[in-house]
């Protein structure tokens, strides 16, 4: 048998269960769990007496303040990067001169200069950097890239992008970390990460000029009370007078929120259930982008985070015809019956692909259905990550920095724009052609 890689996995919330249960299961034949890294041990035993549930053997355990001294004792081949976003960077960079090659959470970082601080890392270490953007491998969205790469449209002109969360999902954002900039670079560097991903990645190009305007126009205390709303608490969990709130998150009733927030708050300070409509609250509720990209194509994007229903639709247009995809995704990761503390969208409600050539008959196109995470992304994403001989990928789904990098400075050029009112130009940023495609 070839010899296993060994794992850490920084940030043990939720989401770091998928990686956990990744190298502790399916792929245990090719992966050992080494170490837990977190600022709270409640957290870290969490997940730890879930492996000694299943009968295998806890991991070693470290707090954040001591996560070199994880390197140095349980001598990962790889660091898994979970953390709040605005933390990615000193992890990637201590984790690389370690000699330790990264996989880290989507968005990559949430400025330019930590971008930049990761870009030296990567160049004077040599080691691996990859970032999880687990959309490129649902099988929906990889169809319609093959259409684009085979010349469904012709030459790609213009990309037409809409993205709408709902009320449970993009809810959540304003009751987390997330709600506050600083930590998040708000919803255009943490959520629209993916999705300007997805673009550059469908058109094969990088962006290289930008223009956004966004603002907090639902959520937050003065958009309620402009609404004649009133909240008088700060959280929903034990709050009677949040028993009937439409936007509450009881944490009491999911064991594994129970575990993973309710129980770590003395030891962490962190409340996971704020209410959407309190303060402080510095994210951007909607927000609308437009973008030149260094083959000529123009994005227009917009997200908002307060619709009744979730999912996106993307039109490209083109020299021969045009193009479109409608997705309405399944939300259910906050419901109390959640099975899994790494429980999460599966399987997209509705997927409708179309395609319309220029002197011909439009026609639909059969979209693949796939059983999963994400549109059935995650679990073909986990073996691309953590097989010792991944599948051919003729796709190019496995995402470099580089990719990370392109996708988070439209959100960074973009909060720059929102901030000056102006045009920002993402070569004067950082000349993403160097490290690759030019258009």
């Not at 002197?359 to 196109?365: D, H, P, T």
Request: some cysteine; charged content about 25%; aromatic content about 10%.
């Amino acid at each position: 048998m070839s010899k296993r890689r060994r794992y850490a996995v920084v940030g043990t919330g939720s989401r770091a269960g998928m990686y956990i249960d990744a190298a502790t299961g399916r792929y245990h034949d090719c992966a050992e769990l080494v170490a837990l890294c977190d600022l709270s041990h409640t957290r870290m035993n969490w997940h730890n007496q879930g492996l000694q549930g299943r009968g295998l053997p806890p991991a070693l355990t470290y707090h954040a303040d001591d996560f070199d001294r994880l390197i140095s004792e349980s001598k990962p081949d790889a660091v898994v990067i979970t953390t709040t976003d605005a933390w990615h960077h000193e992890y990637i960079v201590r984790a690389l001169a370690g000699g330790c090659d990264v996989i880290c959470e989507k968005p990559l970082t949430t400025s330019l200069a930590r971008l930049l601080a990761i870009d030296e890392a990567i160049k004077r270490t040599g080691k691996s950097l990859r970032v999880t953007f687990n959309y490129r491998y649902a099988p929906a969205y990889a169809r319609f890239r093959e259409l684009i790469r085979d010349g469904a449209v012709g030459r790609p002109l213009a990309v037409d992008f809409s993205w709408v969360l709902d009320t449970s999902h993009g809810a959540d954002y304003f009751r987390r970390w997330h709600r506050e900039k600083a930590n998040s670079g708000g919803l255009l560097v943490h959520k629209a990460s993916h999705h300007f991903d997805l673009v550059n990645w469908w058109i094969d190009s990088y962006p290289r000029q930008v223009f956004a305007l966004g603002d907090l126009l639902f959520y937050g205390k003065a958009n309620a009370e402009a609404r004649g709303e009133q909240y008088g608490y700060t959280r929903y969990t034990g709050e009677e007078a949040a028993l009937k709130d439409p936007f509450a998150l009881r944490l009491d009733e999911k064991e594994a929120y129970a575990g993973l927030y309710l129980a770590a708050e003395a030891e962490t300070g962190y409340i996971r259930d704020r209410n959407v409509f309190g303060e402080p609250i510095t994210a951007e509720d909607t927000m609308t982008v437009t973008a030149r990209y260094a083959n000529g194509i123009l994005l227009s994007y917009c997200l908002v985070a307060y619709a009744p229903w979730e999912g996106l639709r993307i039109a490209v247009t083109g020299t021969r015809g045009r193009l479109e995809m409608d997705v309405t995704e399944t939300v259910t990761h906050l419901k109390p019956d959640s099975t899994s503390a790494a429980a999460s969208k599966g399987a997209f409600k509705q997927t409708r692909i179309r395609a319309f050539p220029m002197f011909g008959e439009g026609y639909e196109v059969e979209a693949p259905v796939a059983e999963g995470g994400h549109g059935g992304a995650d679990p073909l994403m986990l073996k691309d990550l953590f097989s010792l001989n991944p599948p051919l990928d003729p796709l190019r789904r496995a995402a470099t920095y580089i990719d990370g990098a392109a996708s988070i400075l439209v959100g960074i050029a973009a909060n720059m724009s929102i901030e000056s009112g102006e045009m920002v130009d993402v070569g004067e940023l950082f000349e993403l052609s160097a490290h690759g495609r030019n258009g």
